[in-house]
């Protein structure tokens, strides 16, 4: 498919980076993301584009990677046992979901043609504010998608390292499954550990946003400062999610363990075939 048969343009003019329509666009955008660490674009690609994703995914979902595992919020799975106890990073909760590697997508996938598409990378770089975005070179990272069946979650957590995490969903469960965020629990200058560790423990739950996903909905949220978290998933549809990591330099590639950790073994032996 062609990227302007899957972006629904009439409501996304983002072709013409001079119509002043993208631009009144991209300022709401940016301010709902200053304002509120994210911004949502309902109905962002076409129906037709939306229902060969969702089969593409479930296509390739035998083939995906089962990632179970017990972490804290920064992502490790072990504490620090010079901490406290209730330290947010010696609390761990169980998180699992069904990862399905940018390899294991056809290469005529539309989200490979949305994510490599010139007016996608450009506009996501107007609206967080970088000088310019990269693809990345990994072989699993560039886009991916999660899936999550019946008791599947994503405890609260901050991403890694990336400024911002930008997501489309392509199918809703039939419950549960929501998408929740906490904005700016901490900062680049203050781990705010007191109050990580309240959220964590279901104090501040006035905190709580809960950002409602239809399928075909674009999010993007600063997820490296605020918390957030998948609710568990309840019922026989999954939760379908596609992830689009840009870089902010090129020809980067993640760490083959970590790749391994979340992708499955195969991404730490690169001689592996799919």
């Given at each position: 498919?062609?990227?302007?048969d899957?972006?629904?343009?009439?409501?996304y003019?983002?072709i013409?980076?001079?119509n002043p329509t993208?631009a009144?666009?991209?300022?709401?955008?940016?301010?709902?993301?200053?304002?509120?660490?994210?911004?949502?674009?309902?109905?962002?690609i076409?129906?037709?584009a939306?229902?060969?994703?969702v089969?593409e995914?479930?296509?390739?979902?035998?083939r995906a990677?089962?990632n179970?595992?017990?972490?804290n919020?920064?992502?490790?799975?072990?504490?620090?046992?010079?901490?406290?106890?209730?330290h947010?990073?010696?609390?761990?909760?169980d998180?699992?979901?069904?990862?399905?590697?940018?390899d294991?997508?056809?290469?005529?996938?539309?989200?490979?043609?949305?994510y490599?598409?010139d007016?996608?990378?450009?506009?996501v770089?107007?609206?967080?504010g970088?000088?310019?975005?990269?693809?990345?070179?990994?072989?699993?990272q560039?886009?991916?998608?999660?899936?999550a069946?019946?008791?599947?979650?994503s405890a609260w957590?901050f991403?890694?390292?990336?400024?911002f995490?930008?997501?489309?969903m392509?199918?809703?469960?039939?419950?549960?499954?929501?998408?929740?965020?906490?904005?700016?629990?901490r900062?680049?200058?203050?781990e705010?550990y007191?109050?990580?560790?309240?959220?964590?423990?279901?104090?501040?739950?006035?905190?709580?946003v809960?950002?409602?996903?239809e399928?075909?909905?674009?999010?993007?949220?600063?997820?490296?400062?605020?918390?957030?978290?998948v609710?568990p998933?309840k019922?026989s549809t999954?939760?379908?999610?596609a992830?689009f990591?840009y870089?902010?330099e090129?020809?980067?590639?993640?760490?083959?363990k970590v790749?391994?950790?979340?992708?499955?073994?195969?991404?730490?032996?690169p001689?592996?075939?799919?």
């Amino acid at each position: 498919m062609l990227p302007e048969d899957i972006v629904n343009l009439e409501n996304y003019p983002i072709i013409d980076s001079n119509n002043p329509t993208r631009a009144r666009l991209i300022e709401t955008l940016k301010a709902d993301l200053t304002a509120h660490q994210y911004c949502s674009l309902p109905g962002f690609i076409r129906p037709a584009a939306l229902e060969r994703a969702v089969i593409e995914a479930k296509d390739a979902r035998p083939r995906a990677h089962d990632n179970n595992a017990r972490r804290n919020c920064y992502l490790h799975r072990q504490g620090d046992p010079d901490l406290a106890p209730d330290h947010p990073r010696n609390l761990l909760f169980d998180s699992s979901t069904r990862m399905i590697a940018y390899d294991l997508l056809p290469d005529g996938s539309p989200l490979k043609a949305l994510y490599h598409w010139d007016c996608t990378r450009l506009m996501v770089s107007d609206i967080v504010g970088a000088d310019e975005l990269f693809d990345s070179a990994d072989p699993y990272q560039p886009v991916n998608v999660l899936c999550a069946e019946h008791g599947d979650q994503s405890a609260w957590h901050f991403d890694s390292s990336n400024a911002f995490t930008m997501t489309l969903m392509l199918q809703a469960p039939e419950a549960g499954g929501e998408f929740e965020i906490v904005p700016a629990a901490r900062s680049d200058t203050d781990e705010n550990y007191d109050y990580v560790r309240k959220v964590l423990t279901g104090e501040h739950r006035d905190d709580t946003v809960t950002v409602t996903r239809e399928p075909g909905s674009l999010c993007i949220f600063c997820g490296c400062n605020s918390l957030h978290r998948v609710t568990p998933v309840k019922g026989s549809t999954m939760r379908i999610m596609a992830v689009f990591v840009y870089e902010a330099e090129p020809g980067v590639i993640g760490d083959p363990k970590v790749n391994a950790n979340i992708y499955g073994a195969r991404a730490d032996q690169p001689s592996l075939s799919a």
